[in-house]
């Protein structure tokens, strides 16, 4: 009697693409709005991006509702913080926490692939990188998702990350202007959606600086 | 004196995997569902199958949810009636509170997602893809959940065959503000062509209208069809060797 084999898996990817880049006192986080399964497309108009905390957004792509799971848990351990705290969560304290959540799952994991962005404690822009088991470090530019491999060597040719062997350590921040990292991050995603099939629609982009949080948005091919 | 206790659970013993979903029996096929200028407008056929058997030809796969939506299924039927179970639950105990309060549909699918996701963390799913649409306070709503858990509103939304041959035709021809009788033959141009090409679809039909003033479903009823199309009857003409 051969024990019989389930035949559905509890994950899948639901595609897109996901940068963040961080800046001298600002830090830019985009998203495509496509959500995929298998070769279809679900819809067109879905939000990757999560604001955890005033200086904190996530932006995840993978299996979307694991994502969403994952939002909720530390949108929640978020409110206890500040009912606790009297203070909102700094990013790289967040950072940890959501290190913490992914681990804690180890043996089950969040498919999500995160990067998360925001302002440490000096107003200085910064980016965390993830795998979807809590791995992370904090760099001055990163990109997750099925775009990622498109993405990245370009970012590391225009933005020249100092290697993290350096003595001192040298900064990652880019010193590019805030409209020159949008543009370059606009760049980014017309350049993935022509040749990864699950990235398109439509980019958004989420910008933190010391004045606050705004968005911005921009039409991505849709084929 | 010795006493052997046995620890069994679903991962070790191996006959506890019959309590646990594996594969669907009797089956239901796509649910399709637009917003209209009303509301929402959602049709479903009335087939159950199991397997390539067409066992039940009056199986209803959509209900009425609480004052305000209406959830349609496609996949397990057992699971949809499970599910309807939950939601009586739901309802009712909201309806106890008696403080004029009622779920709207975004709070009914939010429900079905943690729902879903949860089975699905259990290993143990309820095999279906639901389509939660409704009104309140003038505000429409259309929803989806898979078997896993993955959700998303749209403007409209289709399970199983009806995403790929039915949102396809809805992309290019939905727009805001259709009347109930374009909406209707919106619905109707998918669900023939969901006829004529998905093996599990049945000519039997109904839609189901929802608008703040409640829902009314159709009595059932069949579409009309041609099969005389030269592409029906020369198939391969033009493509020699295919089929």
């Not at chain 1, 830019?28 to 604001?51: E, H, N, P, Q």
């Not at chain 1, 969560?89 to 681990?103: D, E, G, H, K, V």
Request: glycine share 8%; proline share 3%.
């Amino acid at each position: 009697m051969v024990k019989e084999q389930a035949n559905w898996s509890p994950y899948d990817n639901n595609g897109g693409t996901v940068v963040a880049i961080a800046g001298a006192d600002y830090c830019v986080i985009a998203s495509d709005t496509r959500m995929s399964t298998g070769y279809s497309i679900l819809t067109r108009d879905y939000s990757k991006i999560c604001k955890l905390a005033d200086k904190s957004v996530m932006a995840s792509s993978g299996f979307q509702a694991d994502v969403r799971a994952l939002q909720k848990v530390l949108a929640a351990r978020h409110l206890t913080y500040q009912h606790q705290h009297n203070k909102q969560m700094s990013c790289p304290a967040m950072a940890q926490l959501l290190s913490n959540t992914l681990y804690y799952k180890r043996f089950f994991p969040y498919y999500a692939f995160n990067v998360l962005g925001g302002l440490d404690n000096e107003g200085k822009g910064c980016v965390y990188t993830y795998d979807a088991v809590g791995s992370y470090e904090r760099v001055g530019y990163s990109s997750q998702g099925s775009g990622a491999t498109l993405i990245t060597p370009f970012l590391d040719n225009q933005l020249k990350s100092p290697s993290p062997l350096l003595l001192p350590a040298k900064d990652a921040v880019t010193p590019l202007s805030e409209t020159e990292a949008i543009d370059l991050v606009k760049t980014c995603f017309a350049s993935a959606t022509e040749r990864d099939i699950y990235t398109g629609d439509r980019l958004e982009v989420v910008i933190l600086n010391a004045n606050g949080l705004r968005r911005e948005y921009m039409e991505l091919r849709k084929d | 004196m010795s006493e052997s206790v046995q620890v069994t659970n679903n991962l070790t013993n191996p006959e506890a995997s019959s309590q646990r979903t594996l594969y669907p029996y009797v089956t239901g096929t796509s649910v399709v569902a637009i917003k209209y200028k009303d509301g929402i407008l959602m049709a479903a056929d009335m087939g159950g199958s199991y397997g390539s058997t067409l066992r039940y030809k009056s199986v209803e796969r959509m209900k009425s949810v609480g004052k305000h939506s209406v959830l349609g299924a496609s996949g397990e039927i057992s699971d949809f009636q499970e599910i309807l179970r939950y939601l009586d639950e739901l309802i009712l105990h909201d309806n106890m509170w008696d403080d004029g309060n009622s779920l709207g549909p975004k709070e009914v699918h939010n429900y079905l997602t943690r729902l879903m996701y949860n089975r699905r963390n259990k290993f143990n799913p309820l095999w279906n893809s639901l389509v939660l649409g409704g009104v309140k306070n003038g505000q429409k709503y259309l929803g989806s959940v898979s078997m896993i858990g993955v959700h998303f509103e749209d403007n409209h939304v289709a399970t199983g065959f009806g995403n790929h041959l039915a949102r396809p035709i809805l992309r290019d021809e939905w727009k805001e503000d259709l009347s109930f009788e374009e909406g209707v033959k919106l619905l109707e141009k998918c669900m023939r062509v969901l006829l004529y090409r998905d093996r599990s679809a049945v000519n039997k039909l109904q839609i189901a209208k929802l608008t703040e003033e409640g829902m009314t479903i159709s009595q059932p009823y069949s579409l009309k069809t041609f099969w005389g199309y030269g592409a029906f009857q020369n198939p391969t003409v033009g493509a020699e060797g295919s089929w």
